[in-house]
């Protein structure tokens, strides 16, 4: 074999040797750029995976924890038919850091400073998302939440405004099914029904169910008594924003009746009641006026509400504590005590020459005397006793369903529903016999209907 043929086949083979090494360097480099876009494709759906899981998670913490909050908060709980709202609602609570501190109370997705005077704005009859998502983004703007009464047979039509009334913390409650005014008439079964279809539903449409029931037009009777198992709450100011339909009127009655604790009962149906809120909500915040919902007031002024005991609740006002009566009584000076005294022997002598005169006139007029007195303990006995039923009846904070009602009769608020400012009720009981009432004299049902989509 000559030179030339060895050198030939010597290239030859180094051609192949490249063309070896070539491909295995090209398989190398497939296998390398496969494992990382494998890697960058594993990584990426962790990333994404763990990204949309954490938010998942923490839109589920901001619903657990905007929602009624733990009402067993320092040992206090809310009884509904022997349980707790925690068996009703979701195990919400009120945050707090290990030193609990009352002026920064995380509850519902904000803070509430729970040493400042708070009131429970209500809307009753909703939802109606034309007015009550403005009302909703009134009430976050000033840090405040709201209570919604609504009534079941609505909901289907404004589902969206019922999640955000989950989704952001406000209260979400139940006003029965269809607003049936004549309500407190029906049987037993028929009341529960009327509740039961609203809790279902909205717990179908937002998984929580609601905790607190108000009575349409808060008429009541024995058999509403013994019935609904869940607290039933009243409202200690009344708007009339149904009557007036006015909203500087509606604004005037909150901004001269409010008080620390007041329950108010507005509605949901009334642009002008909206008009009132732009000026009433920012007002209440301006006065230092924290805006909670109704099971918020009740955890945080620790009362004792319980469920089946057929009593409506219409206010949580501070309690005064016993430091604060120590105080007050540490705070009496030696000479405003000695003021004091001086002040109540001076009183014990005026009565004393008052009692002598009066026995003196007494001996002298005997029997013109003995008259007058016989009639005044008359008078003033029956005083005593109207006082008295007055008083219990407006203790009780119900309005009882008339009796029977003849064909020509209405139905008027007693003495005691009056002191209540229950006025609404002589519009929603204004029956005529068995028959259904007049669409005239029902104005609140009227405006439900005619509102529906």
């Known amino acids: 074999m000559s030179n030339a043929e060895k050198e030939a086949r010597r290239e030859k083979k180094l051609r192949a040797m490249r063309r070896k090494k070539a491909k295995q360097r090209a398989y190398t480099y497939r296998i390398i750029v496969l494992s990382v876009l494998l890697l960058t494709v594993v990584f990426v759906w962790k990333g994404v995976t763990g990204i949309t899981g954490y938010i998942d998670d923490s839109r589920q913490q901001k619903v657990d924890a905007m929602q009624n909050i733990d009402i067993n908060k320092d040992n206090v709980s809310i009884d509904v038919a022997g349980q707790t709202f925690a068996a009703e609602t979701t195990e919400a609570t009120v945050a707090t850091t290990e030193a609990y501190d009352p002026t920064h109370v995380l509850?519902?997705?904000?803070?509430?400073?729970?040493?400042?005077?708070?009131?429970?704005?209500?809307?009753?009859?909703?939802?109606?998302?034309?007015?009550g998502d403005k009302l909703m983004d009134l009430l976050e703007a000033n840090n405040g939440r709201g209570t919604f009464f609504i009534v079941g047979s609505r909901i289907d039509d404004f589902t969206d405004e019922v999640k955000r009334m989950a989704a952001n913390g406000h209260e979400i409650a139940n006003h029965s099914w269809d607003h049936d005014e004549k309500l407190s008439k029906n049987s037993s079964d028929y009341i529960q029904q009327e509740f039961e279809k609203t809790n279902a539903k909205v717990e179908e449409v937002t998984g929580i169910r609601p905790a607190l029931v108000r009575l349409p037009g808060g008429i009541i009777s024995d058999t509403v008594r013994s019935t609904i198992t869940q607290p039933m709450i009243f409202w200690s100011i009344?708007?009339?924003?149904?009557?007036?339909?006015?909203a500087e009127s509606v604004a005037s009655i909150i901004q001269s009746e409010v008080k620390d604790g007041d329950i108010i009962l507005m509605h949901e149906l009334y642009d002008s009641t909206l008009a009132a809120c732009q000026t009433i909500i920012p007002w209440l915040a301006q006065q230092g006026y924290q805006?909670?919902?109704v099971s918020e007031l009740i955890a945080f002024r620790n009362a004792d509400v319980q469920g089946g005991n057929g009593k409506q609740y219409s206010s949580f006002p501070p309690k005064k504590t016993e430091t604060e009566t120590t105080v007050a009584e540490a705070s009496?000076?030696?000479e405003t005590k000695a003021a004091s005294s001086e002040s109540s022997e001076k009183t014990t002598a005026k009565t004393t020459e008052a009692e002598t005169s009066s026995t003196k006139k007494s001996s002298e007029n005997s029997e013109t005397e003995s008259s007058k007195k016989s009639a005044s303990e008359t008078r003033?006995?029956?005083?005593?006793e109207t006082a008295a039923s007055s008083q219990e009846a407006a203790n009780d904070?119900?309005?009882?369903?008339?009796?029977?009602?003849?064909?020509?009769?209405?139905?008027?608020?007693t003495v005691a529903q009056e002191a209540q400012k229950v006025s609404e009720t002589a519009a929603w009981m204004n029956v005529q016999g068995s028959g259904d009432a007049q669409?005239?004299?029902n104005p609140q049902a009227d405006a439900i209907q005619a509102d529906s989509p």
């Open 332 to 334: 009496a000076t030696p």
């Open 439 to 441: 669409a005239s004299a």
């Open 380 to 384: 003033s006995s029956e005083t005593v």
């Open 291 to 293: 805006m909670v919902t």
């Open 107 to 131: 509850s519902n997705g904000r803070y509430v400073d729970t040493t400042k005077p708070m009131v429970a704005l209500t809307w009753d009859d909703g939802p109606k998302s034309s007015v």
């Open 238 to 246: 009344d708007t009339l924003d149904w009557k007036s339909k006015n």
């Open 397 to 413: 904070d119900v309005i009882d369903a008339p009796d029977q009602l003849s064909a020509d009769d209405n139905y008027t608020p």
